[in-house]
Antibody, heavy 119, light 111 residues
């Protein structure tokens, strides 16, 4: 069974950093791009960014609101994707989801991890 | 403001059919047959329902179908069931500079 499990969320002060992890199982992790999304309380889904597989250079793309502050990386030996978030703002408060990128769609999704940015 | 426009809410009675629209531009929905749809129940993770405009993943009911005309994609759910009550989001590829654009979501209420 393909499964994604996020971890690392919690309460963090504005301006600080936090790293989220997405642990994958049930598929050959290194063959796929991985993406992060977020959902602010009561709001819709927002794409955060993705990282391509090593076969496609392992390069990254980010949404404008997080570019320069967030960094996505991957460790194929551990089947983990990371989302390093820095200079956090209160508006970054959200549930963060990781997903596997299949073609140009996203499947499956993890259960999400809540990040709360507050003083 | 989301890049793709969806109605905030739609509703239907059990057994009926409903359609959710997703309007983009000639730079995203209109240029690529790469629209996907996601279902999200409250407090749950999103689930892929339709990809590449009209294809269904294994395990998704054939009551769900997708189509596109011009810059507007649509998700149709036939034979509405209570379990279909959820939020639905559309997503499209929009080119190398903005690879992913999403709709704001539509809340489906089964009356």
């Amino acid at each position: 069974e393909v499964q994604l499990v996020e971890s690392g969320g919690g309460l963090v002060q504005p301006g600080r950093s936090l790293r989220l992890s997405c642990t994958a199982s049930g598929f050959t992790f290194g063959d796929y791009a991985m993406s992060w999304f977020r959902q602010a309380p009561g709001k819709g889904l927002e794409w955060v960014g993705f990282i391509r597989s090593k076969a496609y250079g392992g390069t990254t793309e980010y949404a404008a609101p997080v570019k320069g502050r967030f960094t996505i990386s991957r460790d194929d030996s551990k089947s983990i994707a990371y989302l390093q978030m820095s200079s956090l703002k209160t508006e970054d408060t959200a549930v963060y989801y990781c997903t596997r990128v299949v073609g140009n769609w996203f499947d499956p999704w993890g259960q999400g991890t809540l990040v709360t940015v507050s003083s | 403001q989301s890049a793709l426009t969806q109605p905030a809410s739609v509703s239907g009675s059990p057994g009926q059919s409903i359609t959710i629209s997703c309007t983009g531009t000639s730079s995203d929905v209109g240029s690529y047959n790469l629209v996907s749809w996601y279902q999200q129940h409250p407090g749950k993770a999103p689930k892929l329902m339709i990809y590449e405009g009209g294809k269904r993943p294994s395990g998704v009911s054939n009551r769900f179908s997708g189509s596109k005309s011009g810059n507007t994609a649509s998700l149709t759910i036939s034979g509405l069931q209570a379990e279909d009550e959820a939020d639905y989001y559309c997503c499209s590829y929009a080119g190398s500079s903005t690879p992913v654009v999403f709709g704001g979501g539509t809340k489906l209420t089964v009356l």
